[in-house]
């Protein structure tokens, strides 16, 4: 799949979803000004963390966004995912307009992004990692999101689990 493929898109070959592959020089040790940054936000179910419905609901969410037409470049998409409780995570993604049926929202702020390659077991420790990264930098960490730049499939077809922190300054 190449960078320009849409998220989430088909190969014809395999009929299996794969993810562009990821670039993670792009966003490791980063810093971002975001001035209402456009998101479409949804919401998963968790169980003290643990996502319960993201196969159904990050699917839906860019199958809306494909057929809205707002779907950004592969390079320029973010899904970020915030807990929000333990029973709860926030999914936001990255448009270029609004798309109907799906709640808008944007996302303001100074943010350090890290990029962490490991096993989703190892949430606990990349987040701790990401806030004492941040600290290092001068920044106050406040809100932690997760972009998670491979589906479980494509993880294993391209030997790394990346995962990018993006640690809001308060």
């Known amino acids: 799949m190449t960078s320009d493929q849409p ?7 395999t009929d299996a979803i794969c993810c ?15 001035q209402d940054k456009l998101f ?11 996502p319960l419905n993201m196969g ?15 779907m950004p470049p592969a390079s ?31 996302i303001s702020g ?10 989703y077991k190892d949430m606990g420790k990349f987040y701790k990692a990401a806030l004492e990264e941040a600290k290092t930098h001068g920044r106050e960490p406040g809100r932690v999101y997760f972009h998670y730049a491979y589906c479980p499939k494509c993880a294993k077809k391209y030997g790394h689990n990346y995962m990018v922190a993006f640690v809001e300054e308060k």
């Open 110 to 119: 100074h943010f350090f992004s890290r990029v962490f390659d490991g096993p």
């Open 76 to 106: 320029e998409f973010l899904g970020l995912f915030r807990d929000s409780s333990l029973w709860k995570t926030e999914a936001n993604m990255t448009v270029t307009k609004e798309v109907p049926g799906l709640t808008t929202a944007t």
């Open 20 to 34: 562009a592959e990821f670039n993670p020089a792009l966003w490791d040790n980063k810093f971002h000004n975001w």
């Open 56 to 70: 159904q609901v990050y699917p839906r969410m860019c199958q809306a966004i494909e057929a809205a037409g707002a």
């Open 40 to 50: 479409v936000r949804g919401q998963v179910r968790a169980f003290f963390h643990l």
């Open 7 to 13: 998220v989430g898109s088909t190969d014809q070959k």
